[in-house]
């Protein structure tokens, strides 16, 4: 578990630093093709970090209204109540508020900026169709959720996708228009021809590589937070019966979208075969992160 727990979070830290070189090319190539200098990255940061503070502190209640979550009891779900209150003294963390979907298949998430406010959403299929120690299996992984601020990192991801996305955008509109005019003249004879091909590569490629980043990302914190749901029960075989029972169930998620699936323990979309599909995928397969418990 301990080695599990390591190597994820060395390969999420890679990525992310990933990520920010990714920025500093693509900033660098649209200052030297346009010469607004340091204030194209600028504006590209502040645009993309205001949508992505606005989402990031009304994150759970967007979550929640899309998949027509409901807020319970502990008089209605006492069951799951217990389960989430032992599992909050494991992990030494506030008490999360409990909603359900009131949907048959069996999936969850969780959502909320910080331990402090945050949610642990489950279906009704998942307290029907598990039993305790998978129930407890799937709420620890939510739980590690909250514990390692995934919500956090994923929004840090989210912002920058988005200033990639603009400055890819800007890019290409500076080219296609001239730019800056003169300047970007200038730099079609010679060395600037093939500095001008570099821009035009990196406009059109660089969103797509920040995005397969993102989704990277995504997917090491699925196994990081199965890794980290383990510690807190101390059964990794727990876990690894309820992804197999969450994954078989052919029950469709009717509440789920392609703005929600990342969420959820289990992706709740038709799952695509193929090695191209799982790059565009936010979750690991099933099967890589059952071997992964199996061998704790």
């Known amino acids: 578990m301990y080695e599990q727990i390591a190597s994820n979070k060395r390969r999420s830290f890679f990525l992310i630093v990933f990520f920010i070189v990714l920025i500093f090319l693509l900033a660098w190539v649209f200052e030297r093709l346009t010469g607004m200098g340091e204030g194209g990255?600028?504006?590209?940061?502040?645009?993309?970090?205001?949508?992505?503070?606005?989402?990031?502190y009304a994150s759970d209640k967007i979550a929640l209204a899309i998949s027509h979550a409901r807020p319970v009891t502990k008089d209605e779900f006492p069951y799951l109540f217990n389960v989430v209150e032992g599992?909050?003294?494991?992990?030494?963390?506030?008490?999360?508020?409990?909603?359900?979907?009131?949907?048959?298949?069996?999936?969850?998430?969780?959502t909320g900026r910080n331990p402090k406010?945050?949610?642990?959403?489950?279906?009704?299929?998942?307290?029907?169709?598990?039993?305790?120690?998978?129930?407890?299996?799937?709420?620890?992984?939510?739980?590690?959720?909250?514990?390692?601020?995934?919500?956090?990192?994923?929004?840090?991801?989210?912002v920058m996708v988005g200033v990639i996305a603009l400055l890819g955008d800007w890019i290409m509109r500076s080219l296609w228009w001239g730019g800056r005019g003169r300047k970007v003249q200038g730099n079609r004879s010679g060395a600037g021809a093939i500095f001008l091909v570099v821009g035009l590569v990196f406009a059109a490629f660089g969103p797509l590589i920040a995005q397969l980043l993102r989704l990277a990302v995504s997917r090491r914190r699925e196994f990081l937070a199965d890794a980290s749901g383990a510690m807190m029960t101390r059964y990794p075989a727990g876990l690894a019966s309820a992804l197999r029972k969450i994954s078989a169930d052919p029950e469709p998620l009717e509440a789920a979208n392609k703005a929600t699936a990342h969420m959820y323990i289990v992706n709740p979309l038709k799952n695509l075969k193929g090695r191209l599909n799982r790059m565009f995928s936010t979750h690991p397969p099933i099967e890589e992160r059952?071997?992964?418990?199996?061998?704790?």
Do not use: W
């Open 290 to 296: 059952i071997a992964a418990l199996e061998k704790m």
């Open 87 to 110: 599992l909050t003294i494991a992990a030494g963390l506030p008490a999360p508020r409990c909603y359900v979907i009131d949907d048959t298949a069996p999936n969850a998430f969780a």
């Open 117 to 158: 406010h945050s949610v642990i959403c489950v279906t009704t299929g998942l307290l029907e169709k598990l039993n305790r120690v998978e129930l407890e299996g799937v709420v620890s992984h939510e739980m590690a959720h909250i514990q390692n601020y995934d919500i956090r990192l994923q929004t840090l991801a989210v």
């Open 41 to 56: 990255l600028i504006l590209a940061a502040l645009i993309a970090g205001i949508s992505a503070f606005a989402s990031y």
